[in-house]
């Protein structure tokens, strides 16, 4: 009985101090992990396109980007000397994975994580094709909840999910069950909102009576000890009992303003009512040019309710009839396709007008598979060979849907001080076929394609 | 001053000039109008129609007082003009104007005549050479707006804009009336319709009707006599108010409601009739292909007509008295007052029906009535002004007043005649379809800008003499 355990316990200890051993090194690494790519062109989104470009990297962060910057000793350099280094691609909205189920009405409290189990090596497509982050969204009509970010990465999804990053999806299509839950949310959270304010002035008004009655209580107490002192103790007792019994009351007032619960699924209108910049987050979904009509005409306007748009732009699509009204939307968000007008053969390149008309735009791919992943830039390449500005195509993969997820402030651009998450090209990413060659998140190489 | 007391201003002066400063057209397409009527009118529209008192007060002051620079306080600044240089104008109501400027702020007539100051930064639209209609109504219709219309329409939709370049502004949907409005949902539903549809089609229903109207009756009766007791201060036991469909009928019998009811055949409708005039309710008959047979009956019952004039039911030879289906449907019940509605067999619209029986072929519904003998008035009247009645809204649309909407329909020539396809649809005073914009009809007589070559080919016979005579269709 004893012989096997002898024979285990030295093998647990030298995979003990294995483990050690690498998290040390791994722990060293961090203090001072110095990557410099020497590439021979970056583009950095946010600036101009250096050719060549160096890009320094201090423990999972751009620390210095520059045509020619001071390689520091010690720091680790990966040679791409004929690789083009861009932001790691951003898909905001997507399936990927996940599978045809469901919801419609508000569900604004849920959101897609109970769908998310991937197997390993399920996301790899994803990396493979360049990209850094996902946004996933629940599937339905209505308000079927909030979009959880992943990034494309094997492991527990505690470290695949990206904490506080998404946004809430809305679907407005031609059905009026749509438009009537929309109502419905607002009208919910604009009663609680009410509900809200008319408990704090009822708490305030009973703080100020509970105050005033403290200081007539003050005031009797030292017309009362005035008195005391004059008259003699018999009755001083009474007085005293008196005056305890008073007090009670104004010191069980709650010292702090409780306010009424809030429904979970009308938190976040009431986030968006009340302008909550991060928490309000809305990606809008419209498929047609009259929902646009609908949304600002019919119930949309509230003061801080300005959405990110997601135009379902099919082959045939008259979204070209709101291009003054989508210019005015803070990010577009659409498919990288040229449609026709309905029932004629006259081609609309939509995201070219777009950003002719002064609206940002955001890509996602033409499908929610590995393939549309796969074909992104190819489909974008088309777009910007028939009008589309190369930058605003660029930074419609990259920074812009960064910023939907709310996470422009890390992703999307390679400048000092933002995340390490960037995708290389064995040429030019809007060339005619595109190939990635590498995929960094957080300054490790999670991806290299191998020789061919 | 503002822009909107100068035009009022100018509409004084025309008002002053008189009959000079308007035209009345002698020669009108069709005789449109009888010749005593057309100089009997002032040629500016001054009367508001009824149920719009409101813009009423707002254009008299400026009309009555000699200062017009009376100021309204809802005159913020940015308001909405169009003004619609016209040649020939139907009124509907009332004569044929030659020559004149309709203008509308924010969607309504605020003047028309000669003279009318245009506003800077109003839309002008130059349609000298073109007649001007009140956008065509349709009784009913499907598949052209949403249900609810404010939640669901497709304001950039096929069918929407098949309606408007059909000249249609305005229809009944259901239970709502909607207006084509494109491209926004300002305006879009005009009112929320009510009417009590009654079953008269088999000798059951009509014997259930019966006994439920005589029900209605006593019950209302009793009421009555109820409040009279308690008016003389007697006590007066409690009458249970009714629930449902009765409670539809009593409201059609107090005269809140009117009916909608199918019936065709001749008998069907006699004894409709007689039971309108036993009850004393208004009734709206859908179809009414027999109606010819009996319509100084209808007439006097107060009988709305909604017909489809090319409606076929073939004669049965067996009957002994004047049967079938005729021509002269909508001619003979309009020659007996009762007032005619057209509608298209079919009530949806769709690219597959340009020659066929639906929406899109309203105004020649109206001319295949006129074929048959319908005046040239009613028949126009039959497209716009009675459905505008029939449906509740005739205090805004239907006719073309001061005061009501601009919903207009501009075509080159006799919006009767079957060669005519409307250039501009407006409404609500914007301008909502322009065939030349659209692709669906522009290559069919496509309009020439210059203003150059605008008549209607004459095919057969030609016309005599070097000049063309101006475009009406005729």
């Given amino acids: 009985m004893a012989g096997p355990l002898r024979s285990a316990t030295p093998t647990l200890a030298v995979a003990l101090a294995l483990t050690l051993l690498t998290g040390a090194a791994r722990a060293e690494e961090g203090a001072d992990d110095l990557v410099v790519i020497r590439a021979g062109a970056v583009i950095t989104v946010s600036g101009e396109e250096l050719r060549p470009g160096m890009v320094v990297i201090r423990g999972g962060k751009i620390e210095a980007v520059g045509a020619r910057v001071e390689i520091p000793p010690q720091a680790r350099v990966i040679e791409a000397s004929d690789e083009t280094v861009m932001p790691g691609l951003i898909d905001l909205r997507s399936r990927f994975g996940l599978t045809n189920y469901g919801r ?71 059905l009026p069950s749509d438009k009537q839950t929309l109502r ?45 002192t004059e008259q003699p103790k018999r009755e001083g007792a009474f007085a005293q009992k008196k005056q305890r019994g008073a007090a009670k009351p104004a010191a069980s007032e709650p010292a702090k303003f409780v306010p009424p619960p809030v429904p979970a699924r009308a938190r976040p209108f009431v986030a968006i009512l009340k302008g909550e910049e991060q928490r309000g987050r809305v990606l809008l979904e419209l498929g047609r040019a009259s929902d646009l009509v609908h949304l600002e005409d019919g119930f949309g ?79 974008v390449a088309f777009l910007v060979r028939d009008g589309l500005p190369r930058a605003a195509a660029l930074a419609a993969v990259t920074l812009h849907a960064a910023e939907a997820l709310g996470l422009g402030a890390e992703l999307g651009a390679i400048e000092p001080g933002r995340r390490a998450d960037l995708t290389f090209f064995d040429g030019d990413p809007l060339g005619p076929s595109p190939r990635v060659s590498r995929v960094m998140i957080e300054g490790e190489l999670r991806f290299e394609r191998g020789n061919p | ?34 010749g005593d009527l057309e100089h009997e009118h002032p040629p500016v529209e001054e009367r508001a129609p009824e149920g719009e008192e409101e813009e ?9 007082e000699e200062e017009p620079a009376a100021e309204e306080e809802d005159d913020d600044g940015d308001d909405r003009w169009l003004a619609v240089h016209s040649g020939w104008v139907h009124t509907v109501t009332g004569p044929v104007l030659r020559d004149v400027t309709i203008l509308a702020r924010d969607g309504k007539i605020v003047a028309i005549g000669a003279d009318v ?29 949403g249900n609810p219309a404010e939640d669901s329409t497709d304001v950039y939709g096929l069918n929407l804009v098949l309606g408007l370049s059909a000249g249609l502004t305005t229809v009944g949907a259901g239970g709502q009336v909607v207006k084509l409005t494109y491209g926004t949902l300002e305006g879009h539903v005009v009112a929320r319709r009510q009417f009590v549809s009654l079953n008269w089609s088999t000798a059951e ?89 009996v319509a100084s009956l209808l007439g006097r019952a107060r009988c709305s007509a909604v017909i489809v004039p090319r409606a076929r039911h073939g004669e049965d030879p067996r009957l002994e008295r004047p049967n079938g289906w005729t021509i002269e449907n909508a001619a003979r019940l309009h020659e007996a007052g009762v007032p005619v509605t057209i509608m298209s067999a079919n009530t949806g619209i769709g690219t597959w029906g340009l020659a066929g029986h639906d929406l899109f072929t309203l105004s020649l519904e109206a001319a295949y009535a006129m074929r048959g003998g319908l005046d040239a008035e009613a028949a126009l009247a039959s497209i716009t002004l009675m459905p505008a009645r029939l449906l509740g809204v005739d205090h805004r649309v239907g006719s073309i007043e001061v005061g009501k909407d601009c919903d207009l329909v501009i075509a080159p020539g006799d919006l009767l005649d079957y060669r005519v396809l409307p250039e501009w649809t407006v409404v609500n005073g914007r301008i909502a379809y322009d065939k030349d914009k659209e692709t669906l009809l522009r290559h069919i007589r496509p309009r020439d800008l210059q203003g150059e070559n605008l008549e209607i080919p004459q095919l057969w016979p030609r016309r005599p003499g070097p000049e063309p005579a101006h475009p009406e269709g005729s």
């Avoid at chain 1, 008319?198 to 000890?225: G, L």
């Avoid at chain 1, 609206?359 to 796969?374: Q, T």
């Avoid at chain 2, 409690?238 to 019936?263: F, M, T, Y």
């Fill in chain 2, 205 to 293: 229903s009509r014997r259930k009707l019966r006994a439920q109207l005589e029900q209605v009756r006593k019950h209302l009766r009793a009421k009555e006599a109820a409040a009279q007791a308690k008016a003389r201060g007697e006590e007066a036991e409690e009458v249970k108010p009714l629930r449902g469909h009765l409670e539809q009928l009593a409201k059609l019998l107090s005269g809140e409601l009117s009916a909608q009811v199918k019936a065709n055949g001749a008998r069907e409708l006699s004894e409709l009739a007689e039971l309108a005039i036993q009850y004393g309710f208004k009734v709206e008959v859908l179809g009414a292909t027999e109606g010819w047979t």
């Fill in chain 2, 56 to 64: 009423a007060a707002e254009a008299e002051p400026a009309a009555s």
């Fill in chain 1, 104 to 174: 419609s009405g508000n569900h604004a409290d849920l959101d897609v994580l109970p769908e998310l189990f991937f197997r390993p090596g399920e996301l790899e497509p994803l990396l493979e094709a360049g990209f850094v982050a996902v946004g996933l969204v629940p599937a339905g009509r209505g308000v079927p909840g909030r979009a959880t970010v992943i990034r494309p990465l094997d492991g527990p999804l505690s470290e695949i999910v990206v904490p506080g990053a998404g946004y809430l999806r809305i679907t407005l299509s031609g």
């Fill in chain 2, 1 to 34: 001053m503002s822009a909107r007391s100068w035009c009022l201003a100018a509409l004084l002066a025309a008002l002053a000039a008189g009959p000079a400063a308007a035209q009345v057209v002698d020669e009108a397409p069709f005789d449109c109008c009888g």
């Fill in chain 1, 184 to 228: 419905a949310a607002f009208a919910e959270a604009k009663q609680s909102i009410e509900r809200e304010e008319k408990a704090r002035k009822d708490w305030e008004e009973k703080q100020k009576k509970a105050a005033e009655a403290k200081k007539r209580q003050e005031a009797e107490r030292k017309k009362q000890q005035e008195k005391e």
């Fill in chain 1, 301 to 379: 306007r509230h003061e801080h309710f300005a959405p990110l748009l997601f135009l379902d732009n099919d082959e045939q699509s008259d979204l070209y009839l709101g291009l003054e009204r989508l210019a005015k939307a803070p990010l577009v968000v659409l498919r990288p396709r040229i449609s026709m007008e309905p029932y004629t053969a006259t081609r609309r390149n939509l995201p070219a007008e777009l950003v002719r008309a002064g609206a940002r735009i955001a890509f996602v791919p033409l499908s929610d598979g590995a393939e549309g992943h796969a074909e992104l830039l190819e489909a």
């Fill in chain 2, 117 to 145: 100051a245009v506003p800077a930064g109003a839309e002008e639209l130059d349609a000298r050479r073109f007649h001007v209609y009140p956008g065509l109504v349709a009784h009913d219709s499907s598949g052209l707006v």
